[in-house]
């Protein structure tokens, strides 16, 4: 955008005028959302107001201390929360055109790390990762004094690992929306914020050059796993109270780290990988609820781990391995308390799958999955059924069974959302 290469070049140059060419380059960023917006609408002709328009994004202090600042065009409505792990303040905001630059995001002081981007549609986020624990002395909204826009202002301090947890439980506490007080520019929280949806990921198998398992009837398990993904994300958007995102929601190819990453970018409070692959036993049949573990629970699960980790390699991908992250995986506390919650899903949905559908001997079983490594993503694998037993197969490609076991497994999503939005997980 020919506006963007305007405020770069401006905001680029320094001389002793450092500080009026500042303003001048705030001043062409807002002349700049003024012009792109309507050209924005163009692209997307029902969008109701043109995007938010963020703009010189700046921080400045030390170890102990920093103030993050990011201008706005006009008044945002945002909202904010933390997350350990590492350590980040995260900002939510409505559809958002970003215009900072490159340079201003570089680490510093206790910042590690700067992201933002579309969260989804009409929102989008901004990520600040602390190199350590923090807490936020201050976090709001200013009217400019002598230029259009607003300011946001985040004022953190350095906390200890105790204080920063005792921000999380605060802040998950607060029930509150960010209004302007009567008097104006200042912005206090209260009435009721809309709570973060629970957010389940689905993650249908394979896909494009890795076509996963082939069933004895010639079945392909990326067709199943992709069909029955659809099918669940339907039934879970009609319960309308998840937000449902999905790593493929067409026939493409998509390595293993990516379908990880997906989940977590997108905070998912539930991760689920869908497969129906082959084993050798062929009287063998049900399905089977997976966690990661570091030593494989039994030898089918040790030989459907090494299946589903090879999908990179199916596709031709270089890989980096790294399997110390499965290895580790046990020893981090934090990892712990995601795996004691993936292992809770999974014995629920074992339990309400046993009523209706198949299951193989011992349903909940366990290896390293690669998958399902995300260390603050609780996350399983389901095998729906074995493409390697003819009376599986027929059941997978049947629309009424992955209805019905749909069904049964968004029930147990259900279930386990409850839970955890009591426990205030
Ligand atoms: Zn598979």
Known sequence: MPSEAAVMTASGITWPGGVRLRALAMLLAWIAAAIVAPAGKAFAADADEKALIAYDYSMAGDDSRMRILMRFDRKPDFSWFLL?????????????????????????????????????????????????????????????ENTPGFRLIADIVKATPLQFEQALARIADRTDSITTTPKGDRLVRTGSMPKHRFTVVIDPGHGGIDGGAMGVDGTEEKLITLAFGLELRKKLEAAGRFNVVMTRDSDEFLRLDERVRIGRQHEADLFISIHADTIRYQQVRGATVYTISEKASDDIA????????????????????????????????????????????????????????????????????????????????????????????????????????????????????????????
Not at 103 to 122: I, T
Not at 323 to 345: G, H, M, P, W
Not at 402 to 409: D, F, P, V
Request: charged content about 30%; cysteine-free; proline content about 5%.
């Open 84 to 144: 350990r792990n590492p350590y980040r303040l995260v900002i939510d905001l409505p559809e958002t055109g970003f215009r900072f630059l490159p340079e201003a995001l570089a680490p510093r002081g206790m910042v590690s790390n700067v992201r933002y981007g579309a969260l989804q549609e009409g929102r989008a986020r901004a990520i600040v990762a602390f190199s350590g624990p923090f807490d936020a002395e201050r976090i709001e909204v200013i009217e400019n």
């Open 302 to 425: 040790a030989t459907i781990a090494r299946q589903e980790n090879l999908a990179d390699e199916v596709a031709g991908v270089e890989l980096e391995e790294d399997n110390k992250e499965v290895a580790d995986i046990l020893v981090d506390l934090v990892r712990r308390e995601t795996q004691s919650y993936s292992i809770r899903f999974a014995r629920s949905l074992v339990k309400q799958l046993s009523s209706e559908i198949e299951l193989i001997k011992n349903p909940h079983r366990s290896a390293g999955f690669r998958v399902l490594t995300a260390p603050d993503m609780p996350s399983v694998l389901m095998e729906l059924g074995y493409l390697s037993n003819a009376k599986d197969e027929k059941l997978l490609r049947d629309p009424k069974w992955r209805s019905m076991a749909g069904e049964n497994i968004v029930n147990a999503i259900t279930k386990y959302a409850d839970s955890r939005e009591h426990t205030g997980g």
